[in-house]
């Protein structure tokens, strides 16, 4: 049956309708032009860049227990301060404390002795003092070593040499398929008698920086020292070793742990207008390599977190939501930090709207991983198209990052920066992540993107 509306009452629909489509565009605009705000600013202030600078100089190298840590513990918080937070604060964890010490590594090329660029992987044991000499042993895999079998691999050194794979798009996955080496190498090498283990460095560039990372002891098994090499020593190495598979090398690391310590994540906020309302974390890991200037790894994270706090006091955008920036302890050792904040927040019942974590490098952002239910992130789907015109939309469901994960029984939404990870592992754990190798733009993109997000969420949330 056809109805018949009443032309009176279609008017005043028209009206009404028209005046709504009014009022949501003029919000929509609003939105947009808040956000463009947002960019213009970080994009035109040196003052996120410079202290990256600022932290990488005066802070190289801070692993966890070391007194660089501490520098950049109080250099950052000043960071936060000047900012523009209306609270700053330190919260005490227990962290780590071990010493790379001194290494070196020399093999038998023939009748000449090569240095390798090598270094100590995080958290393992010392040779004896007068060093470790024995006959190198090169593999793949688990299997490969598993099938030589104590006979082949006792009393040698075992030379794990899987690159990552270069053919893989995504950086991180390749990363994922080899970073078995590293963590678990000594241990399965160890169980069958070897003395000591060479890694391969997780990169896709052939250089000369050895790129440490942390690695697992397995419970019950001799630890054995191992040694990141880099990827043109460990080519070298491989070539060398096919030429004489007697080939001898000599280890020397003096490295060691050194009992616990205390450290602090650093934390300041914007407190919103109905804090009750939920928290919105922005954060990344100030601990980095002790090779290291850690700008990529994590500085970059940490000054964007900054950074956020800073855009909006000086955009003087008031949000209903509290905006907390925390640069997180011992990520890289036994993420300590992380931990610790996810259990103070659920002793204090703080209500997290979202944690989102910058670890990806201080590259261009290309978007953002969710961890959420289906529902909310069909509402983040629909902002998408504000991150069009800065080509950051890729948005993914899953993932965020190693210190927020802990929050995940007690944040609504979790969430990490994508960013275009090609040359990640270039500086990853290594001399070459200087702050030379961040560009200002990049990291500014990545800032932007952030508070833009958190903006938007302030007022759909
Ligand atoms: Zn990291």
Wanted: charged content about 20%; some cysteine; overall charge neutral.
């Amino acid at each position: 049956m056809l109805i018949r509306i009443k032309p009176l009452y279609s008017l005043v629909q028209f009206i009404f309708l028209y005046l709504l489509a009014g009022t949501l565009s003029a919000a929509v605009d609003k939105d947009s032009a808040v956000i463009r705000s947002i960019y213009s600013e970080a994009l035109t202030s040196r003052i996120a860049y410079h202290n990256l600078v600022l932290l990488c100089r005066k802070a190289p190298g801070r692993l966890s227990g070391s007194p660089q840590l501490n520098t950049a513990i109080q250099l950052t918080k000043q960071f936060l301060q000047e900012a523009g937070a209306d609270t700053v604060y330190l919260q005490p964890v227990q962290i780590p404390n071990w010493k790379p010490g001194y290494t070196e590594a020399i093999v038998a090329a023939g009748n000449r002795k090569v240095h390798l660029h090598a270094l100590p992987l995080g958290n393992s044991v010392p040779t004896p003092a007068e060093g470790i000499t024995a006959s190198v042993v090169e593999v793949h895999s688990f299997d490969e070593l598993n099938a030589l079998g104590r006979e082949k691999v006792s009393g040698r050194i075992v030379f794990y040499n899987r690159p990552m794979d270069p053919t893989l798009i995504n950086t991180f996955a390749a990363y994922g398929k080899a970073v078995d080496q590293r963590v678990a190498g000594a241990s399965k090498a160890a169980a069958l008698g070897a003395v000591a283990v060479l890694v391969r460095s997780l990169t896709l560039a052939c250089d000369t920086f050895p790129h440490t990372g942390q690695l697992r002891y397995q419970e019950g098994i001799t630890k054995i020292p191992a040694l990141a090499i880099a990827t043109c020593d460990a080519d070298s190495l491989s070539l060398w070793l096919k030429q004489n598979t007697d080939l001898q090398a000599f280890i020397k690391t003096s490295c060691r742990p050194a009992g616990d310590t205390v450290g602090y994540n650093v934390i300041g906020e914007i407190r919103g207008k109905k804090p009750a309302e939920g928290i919105m974390v922005a954060g990344g890991h100030l601990d980095a390599w002790y090779n290291s200037p850690g700008a990529h790894d994590d500085g970059a994270g940490c000054i964007q977190a900054v950074e956020v706090i800073r855009l909006f006091h000086s955009l003087g955008i008031r949000p209903v939501h509290t905006i907390r920036a925390v640069l997180f302890m011992d990520e890289e050792i036994t993420q300590t930090g992380g931990k610790k904040y996810a259990q103070v927040a659920s002793a204090e019942k703080e209500n997290h709207l979202i944690a989102i974590e910058s670890d990806r490098g201080g590259l261009l952002p290309i978007g953002f991983t969710f961890d959420c239910n289906e529902k909310d992130l069909e509402i983040l789907q629909k902002l998408k198209s504000y991150f069009e015109p800065y080509r950051t939309d890729l948005f993914i469901k899953g993932g965020s990052g190693t210190d927020v994960a802990p929050l995940r029984s007690s944040a609504r939404i979790l969430a990490g920066l994508l960013t275009d990870s090609q040359r990640y592992f270039d500086y990853h754990h290594s001399a070459n992540d200087t702050p030379e190798h961040v560009n200002q733009r990049e990291l500014q993109l990545g800032s932007a993107a952030i508070a833009s997000l958190f903006y938007l969420m302030d007022r759909r949330f």
